[in-house]
């Protein structure tokens, strides 16, 4: 038996990554084409990323087009400015919808991005660069992109190597100012991809060793962020745990989690990381019946007896119990989550789970997550 191993070509984290990262950098090209959000435009962030642009010689043109969930009508005037400013490579600077963004930009646009629904993405891709602000629960590692589709109001899911980054640089210094919403929601995305590649028929030895690091970071280091807001430390370990919950999903796959969330974020127009916490629980509690050997090595790795049991106090310590206040309305309602059971199922999403799963099973879970 063989394993692929599937990484960024370099990866940078620590306060001054961004300083190390210049003699990577320069190699791309003379200039960036920097895909970003009106908010993270404004930041100290981008002050400092246009610095060090300055400071390597290469010039830049910004694109703070990217609005919400990012869809590909953002994706397409992204792609004729690109190429108007004739820029060399691609720069994500932002959050997860910046960096899916920043991934559809990088696709040539010989043909709209819904052609490569479910087909892979071709590698001769613009080279991508992914400078975060907060840690992405692996998105600025893997080979993904999830896109909104304006004609069908529904979204993509994306694939390929050509969407992995070349150079990904973390400074978790900048991850302090973020809202604590937005660092709970990451780390619980890192936990979703991290759960779904150990749980993969996929999985292998290499691939689960970054799998259960990121699991035990997060259940150990997202209590005391929580704790003490400022602790750099744990900024540090989160987003090392979502480098290796990216580079555990790059070379296994995703699960069921992430293809009930894409479509619940669908329907309620939610963003993923709000729809993974919504999801997460009635999901792994239906799968731990069904995969008890599974659960019983997860609940191993952070040396506890009963691993859904320590995400239950996970989701309280974090105040994620009954997470309120989204628009869910729309989505409690017969027809939609007839809707969306039977859109997961078409997906095929997760298939390498090795359980057997019906239409009425979703249902199910889907009715479990909205009560």
């Known amino acids: 038996m063989s394993s692929v191993v599937l990484s960024p070509k370099t990866v940078v984290i620590g306060t001054d990554a961004l300083r190390k990262s210049s003699k990577y950098i320069i190699d791309y090209g003379k200039k960036a084409f920097i895909v970003t959000d009106e908010k993270t435009a404004k930041t100290k962030a981008m002050r400092d990323l246009k610095c060090f642009l300055n400071d390597c010689d290469i010039g830049y043109f910004e694109y703070a087009g990217i609005r919400g969930e990012v869809d590909d009508s953002q994706i397409s005037q992204g792609r004729k400015l690109y190429d108007y400013a004739k820029c060399d490579f691609v720069i994500g600077a932002g959050g997860g919808s910046v960096m899916d963004g920043a991934k559809g930009i990088a696709i040539p646009a010989d043909n709209p991005l819904a052609f490569y629904k479910n087909k892979e993405v071709p590698g001769n891709t613009a080279k991508i660069v992914a400078m975060l602000s907060v840690p992405l629960g692996g998105t600025e590692i893997n080979r993904f992109a999830l896109i909104g589709d304006s004609m069908t109001e529904t979204k993509m899911m994306l694939k390929g190597d050509g969407l992995i980054p070349e150079l990904v640089v973390i400074n978790p210094h900048y991850s302090v100012t973020a809202p604590l919403e937005i660092v709970i ?187």
Not at 197 to 214: E, G, P, R
Not at 270 to 287: D, F, G, I, T
Request: hydrophobic share 40%; charged share 20%; proline share 2%.
């Open 185 to 371: 929601e990451s780390a619980m995305e890192t936990l979703v991809l991290a759960i779904e590649s150990f749980l993969s028929t996929k999985s292998n030895d290499i691939s689960n060793i970054y799998a259960i690091q990121a699991i035990r970071k997060v259940f150990e280091y997202l209590p005391k962020a929580i704790d003490d807001f400022n602790d750099l430390e744990c900024r540090e370990q989160l987003a090392a745990a979502a480098y290796h919950a990216g580079m555990a999903t790059n070379n296994t796959s995703a699960g069921l989690i992430s293809s009930m969330a894409v479509q619940l974020g669908s329907v309620c127009n939610l963003p993923k990381s709000k729809a993974n916490v919504l999801v997460m629980l009635p999901c792994l509690e239906y799968l731990a019946r069904e995969l008890k050997d599974e659960f019983r090595l997860l609940a191993g790795s952070i040396k506890k007896r009963n691993f859904i049991d320590e995400l239950r106090q996970l989701f309280d310590s974090c105040s994620l119990t009954g997470y309120n206040g989204l628009n869910i309305k729309e989505a409690d309602q017969e027809s939609n989550i007839t809707r969306m059971a039977y859109e997961t199922l078409m997906t095929g999403g997760f298939s390498n789970l090795g359980v057997t799963l019906s239409q009425d099973i979703l249902v199910e879970i889907f009715h479990d997550c909205l009560i």
